[in-house]
């Protein structure tokens, strides 16, 4: 089991960007790890993942947008938001485990972030 936690989330204005963090208390890095959003009363939209060889995934609402990343040293996953919108506004989570898992959000899932872009 591990362990996880987000940070970097806030309140943006349109246009901007943020980078947010996902650290485990284990090697999340060695596997998959996705980060999702959900707006209120909605579904968990799964945004990105980065696979344990380092392939990354997008879904076309954030795609050229968003930049999922990783640091193996950390134990950290990224997630560079830039151009954000105020159809953006979510909390972000992240989630790790075997890849059915992790598309399927069934894996571990940390605490949440809240992201908000508005003027």
């Known amino acids: 089991q591990v362990d996880l936690v987000e940070s970097g989330g806030g309140l943006v204005q349109p246009g901007g960007s943020l980078r947010l963090s996902c650290v485990g208390s284990?090697?999340?890095?060695?596997?998959?790890t996705g980060w999702y959003r959900q707006s209120p009363g909605g579904p968990r939209e799964l945004l990105a993942v980065?696979?344990?060889?380092?392939?990354?995934t997008y879904a076309d609402s954030v795609k050229g947008r968003f930049t999922v990343s990783r640091d193996l040293a950390k134990n950290t996953v990224y997630l560079q938001m830039n151009d954000l919108k105020p159809g953006d506004t979510a909390v972000y989570y992240c989630?790790?485990?075997?890849?059915?898992?992790?598309?399927?959000?069934?894996?571990?899932w940390g605490q949440g972030t809240q992201v908000t872009v508005s003027s």
């Open positions: 989630n790790t485990g075997n890849w059915g898992d992790v598309v399927a959000g069934g894996g571990t």
């Open positions: 284990g090697p999340i890095s060695a596997r998959p």
């Open positions: 980065i696979a344990i060889a380092g392939s990354t």
